[in-house]
């Protein structure tokens, strides 16, 4: 289902940063856990990083770990995904998403599959490349 909106998105060099954002038009947010998905073209959708309901837990991959930063503010319905020093590796169209709408307020490991998300955003496209 499409539930999330995800813009900023765009085309940077190596090195370089961008801010993804993910609000929900149909609903309001509230406290319930949000995970960032990346898919790059051949490869299987993968959990980035998750932000439970309170900012109070947060998980990443590997692979991003002390690059990306997930945050979060409630009252403006809005999840954000700060990307520094980003490579071509990073190069994915990035999801945000839920398991489910309430009762949702704790991540799951961030490993967990795409196919136990339930509602999703079409999506915004990074790309890394000089």
């Known amino acids: 289902q499409l539930q999330f909106v995800e813009s900023g998105g765009g085309l940077v060099q190596p090195g370089g940063s961008l801010r993804l954002s993910c609000t929900a038009s149909r609903f309001s947010i509230g406290d319930d856990a949000v995970t960032w998905f990346r898919q790059a073209p051949g490869q299987e959708r993968e959990g980035v990083a998750c932000i439970d309901g309170g900012s109070l837990w947060k998980n990443y991959a590997d692979s991003v770990k002390g690059r990306f930063t997930i945050s979060r503010d409630n009252p403006a319905n809005m999840v954000y995904l700060q990307m520094n020093n980003l490579k071509p590796e990073d190069t994915a169209v990035y999801y945000c998403?839920?398991?489910?709408?309430?009762?949702?307020?704790?991540?799951?490991?961030?490993?967990?599959?795409?196919?136990?998300?339930?509602?999703w955003g079409q999506g915004t496209q990074v790309t890394v490349s000089s």
């Open positions: 998403a839920s398991r489910i709408l309430g009762s949702n307020f704790a991540c799951p490991p961030i490993t967990s599959p795409a196919s136990a998300f339930n509602y």
